[in-house]
């Protein structure tokens, strides 16, 4: 499948949560990737709720385990939408082989490709609800930055997701948070269900490393939540996030090759 | 200036109807994928416009030409102010930044110089708002979106900005490797370079991307992982490189030999107190001053109790910071204000124009017309509506059209 085929059916005409879906790897697929005996990761989700229960899933996990368990969401009713916002590559398109970014999305990469006909066979059915994908490494932690990596960090923003009255407007009332470990959500996550809290979405919780029920959860305010942009701009001296967001920083490389952030 | 534009009493452009949707959406969905915007969802808001300013070829041409005098006055200014160290602290450049256009090293050579000059539709005709010359962006929409959206409608893009570009940056780099800087974590920088690798690689010239600090500079010549580059690109804006040590960017503004688009120098007139040293210059920028409205220093400017004014830091990006006490809530002006005093070098007073909204299918908008300047000469345009007199990163981008190209 091409990038463009690839990303129709991820992204399919007509569905209310296709707008959201990131382009940035469908962008850079080539027929490289469909080369990969690799693919999506086969995840059980008996945690899932009801497809008809008005749950907006977001699932935060490393790598290409997220394309496997939205796949199983997707059979269970509900629409995959992948937030994945890192270039995969330093150059053109798909990254060489010799290539090192700091955040590797070439597994992703393969896996959106590998789950695309079984999409695009089953397009989500009229009122499905949401189920975000996001790449918990995102922002780079544990990565070493060296001369000729490339940095590919990226931070999620509020603004990357719809609106708490955007999920209502769809009767989406309930958000469940999965990810591996840790009772808090990734701090540039919290800003996004924060938000959709303080609008009235009853949040929950699903950690994947053991095998209790998703619990509920209640995310802090987070540092500088809410301010406006550019009072984050002026105040800590950064610029504001054109895609939105609230200031979210990424550490630059320090001169040892650690991170000084 | 013309006296037409200046005169003319209604808005000289209007918008067209909306494409049908099954026209439209192969029109966001190759936009996104080759020409790599992948910003056109912010929040709820789908930022390609399906509908398209249209311009009759007369105004565009005269607004082309217009830029392209902007464009000479800016360089003929900038030529005086690389060596008049002392005016330099008026612009409000960090002091590192400072210290090095001040030294007695040669400029930089430049590889391509682009700039984009803001225009607005006003109640006494065009106005600028502000030139964007140090890193320029737009280039998806302002290119294969414009281009795709004339395509549909049998009319003429206003020009080609991207391949302009890449055409200047392939002759500088005579196919060696061009190095694309730009900041980790910032994939709206990212993605119009990307762009232009692909536009670059087209040309049988390789590109990459990497981060200031990755670039390796010896007897200011700029390699990339071993590989000699043949130019660089700096996406990367002039006041952030202040937060590196000297020795990663300093040749981007002196000293270097590896040819820059855009050199360091183009901090200079990227400045918004840039006309607080006009005065102090001899090139006389004619157009400049007929076309930016008046701007002071904020102690000389009546900003606090007049909406007359409003103010802006320095460098402030895509209206970050363009403040005005009638469209802000009280305790976020309270906020503008203890910054303004607290550091009132670092901002500058202006005062403000009356924009004449266009009305759209979306509702009566704003419109900014951003023209690109490519090595002096006319490249394209960059169109962004707004609901209200202020464009910022959640502006409605939309295909500048003209209607009878001549």
Redesign the interface.
């Known amino acids: 499948m091409t990038g463009e085929a690839t990303y129709g059916a991820w992204a399919p005409e007509g569905s209310p949560w296709s707008a959201w879906v990131k382009p940035v790897l469908f962008a850079c697929m080539t027929g490289d990737a469909a080369s990969d005996p690799a693919g999506a990761s086969e995840e059980a989700v008996p945690w899932a709720p009801s497809a008809d229960s008005g749950t907006a899933v977001v699932i935060d996990v490393p790598s290409s385990r997220g394309v496997g368990l939205g796949l199983a969401l997707a059979r269970l009713g509900y629409q995959a939408v992948p937030l994945y916002n890192a270039a995969p590559s330093s150059g053109a398109g798909y990254p060489a082989v010799e290539e090192e970014p700091l955040v590797d999305m070439r597994a992703i990469l393969v896996a959106l490709q590998a789950a695309a006909p079984e999409l695009a066979a089953n397009p989500p059915r009229r009122g499905a609800p949401p189920a975000f994908l996001l790449d918990a490494r995102r922002r780079g932690h544990g990565a070493t930055a060296s001369p000729g990596r490339f940095d590919n960090r990226s931070v999620s923003f509020t603004t990357d997701f719809p609106s708490a009255r955007s999920l209502v407007s769809h009767g989406i009332r309930r958000g469940l948070l999965v990810q591996i470990e840790s009772d808090e959500p990734q701090a540039d996550l919290a800003h996004t269900l924060r938000a959709w809290q303080e609008a009235g979405i009853e949040l929950a919780l699903k950690r994947l490393d053991g095998s209790s029920e998703p619990g509920a959860l209640s995310v802090t305010r987070p540092s500088r939540f809410g301010a406006l942009w550019y009072r984050a701009s002026m105040l800590l001296g950064m610029r504001r996030h054109p895609l939105g967001g609230f200031g979210g920083t990424i550490p630059e490389p320090s001169e040892g090759g650690g991170f000084a952030g | 200036m013309s006296a037409a534009l200046q005169s003319a009493p209604s808005v000289p452009f209007s918008a067209g109807a909306p494409l049908p949707p099954v026209v439209f959406?192969p029109i966001r969905?190759r936009t996104?994928?080759?020409a790599?915007k992948?910003?056109?969802?912010?929040?709820?808001v789908?930022t390609l416009a399906e509908f398209p300013l249209l311009m009759p070829g007369a105004v565009w041409r005269e607004l082309a030409d217009t830029a392209e005098r902007l464009s000479a006055e800016t360089f003929a200014a900038e030529a005086e102010l690389q060596r008049r160290p002392e005016l330099l602290g008026k612009l409000g450049l960090p002091r590192a930044v400072r210290r090095v256009l001040a030294s007695s090293e040669a400029l930089s050579p430049t590889a391509a110089r682009t700039l984009r000059f803001d225009f607005h539709w006003t109640t006494e005709g065009w106005r600028l708002s502000e030139v964007n010359s140090d890193v320029p962006g737009g280039f998806a929409e302002a290119s294969l979106f414009t281009r795709l959206s004339a395509e549909a409608r049998g009319l003429a893009p206003a020009g080609d900005p991207i391949a302009a570009w890449a055409d200047a940056l392939a002759r500088a780099a005579c196919g060696r490797l061009v190095a694309l800087l730009s900041a980790?974590?910032?994939?709206?920088d990212?993605?119009i370079l990307?762009y232009l690798?692909?536009q670059?690689?087209a040309r049988a010239c390789?590109?990459?991307?990497?981060?200031p600090?990755?670039l390796?500079w010896r007897d200011g010549t700029a390699s990339?992982?071993g590989e000699p580059a043949g130019a660089v690109v700096r996406f990367y804006?002039g006041e952030?490189l202040a937060?590196?040590?000297a020795r990663h960017w300093a040749p981007l503004f002196r000293g270097g030999r590896t040819p820059i688009a855009n050199p360091g120098v183009a901090t200079l007139c990227e400045s918004k107190r840039f006309p607080l040293v006009w005065d102090a210059l001899r090139a006389p920028l004619p157009t400049w001053r007929a076309f930016l409205p008046e701007t002071r220093a904020p102690r000389q400017a009546p900003w606090r109790r007049s909406d007359a004014w409003l103010v802006k830091?320095a460098y402030?990006?895509?209206g970050?910071?363009v403040?005005m006490r009638d469209q802000l809530p009280a305790r976020?002006w309270r906020?503008v204000v203890w910054?303004v005093r607290s550091s009132p070098n670092n901002w500058v007073a202006q005062r403000r124009f009356e924009s004449v909204p266009v009305s759209t299918p979306r509702g009566a908008m704003h419109a900014c017309i951003g023209v690109y300047t490519i090595d002096g000469r006319a490249a394209g345009a960059y169109a962004r509506l707004a609901p209200k007199p202020l464009i910022d990163?959640a502006a409605v981008d939309c295909a500048l059209l003209v209607t009878d190209a001549m």
């Not at chain 2, 992948?38 to 709820?44: A, E, I, P, R």
């Not at chain 2, 390789?206 to 981060?211: D, E, F, N, V, Y």
């Open positions: 959406a969905r996104q994928l080759e790599c992948w910003d056109v969802q912010v929040g709820d789908a980790p974590g910032f994939l709206e990212h993605q990307i690798a692909r670059l690689a390789p590109a990459r991307l990497a981060s600090r990755q390796e990339l992982a804006q952030w937060r590196l040590p830091s402030s990006n895509t970050d910071t403040s976020v906020r910054e990163f």
